[in-house]
């Protein structure tokens, strides 16, 4: 049974970090693409960043140059670092696994088979 449970939500000022993490059982993450989503209030859920099998990496234009995803094999855990948070960054964040190998540049929910109960994160102006 594939379970994905993400910490290190909360809530900070604009211009502050924060790091996600979410541990996974059930599957190998070095195998696979996994990626970090968000939800604001009424709005779908949006990608943020994914991360391949080989460790390649992309992210929203709206994240790049201040979100950096990355994986701990050993602990079978993926990260999401978030600095310079702004407040439109405050979403609802879920961490998400596929089958797929690699990931796609046109990511979707819809990729992606397990999914975390998500964190909360609100940034304050």
């Known amino acids: 049974q594939v379970q994905l449970v993400e910490s290190g939500g909360g809530s900070v000022q604009t211009g502050g970090s924060l790091r996600l993490s979410c541990a996974v059982s059930g599957y190998t993450i070095n195998r696979y693409c996994m990626g970090w989503f968000r939800q604001h209030p009424g709005k779908e859920r949006e990608g943020v960043a994914t991360?391949?099998?080989?460790?390649?990496?992309m992210y929203s234009d709206s994240v790049k140059g201040r979100f950096t995803i990355s994986k701990d094999n050993a602990k079978n855990t993926l990260y999401l670092q978030m600095s310079s948070l702004k407040p439109e960054d405050t979403a609802m964040y879920y961490c998400?696994?596929?089958?797929?190998?690699?990931?796609?540049?046109?990511?979707?929910?819809?990729?992606?088979?397990?999914w975390g109960q998500g964190t909360q994160v609100t940034v304050s102006s």
């Open positions: 991360i391949g099998s080989d460790g390649t990496t």
């Open positions: 998400a696994a596929t089958w797929r190998t690699y990931c796609r540049s046109d990511v979707a929910p819809v990729m992606f088979s397990y």
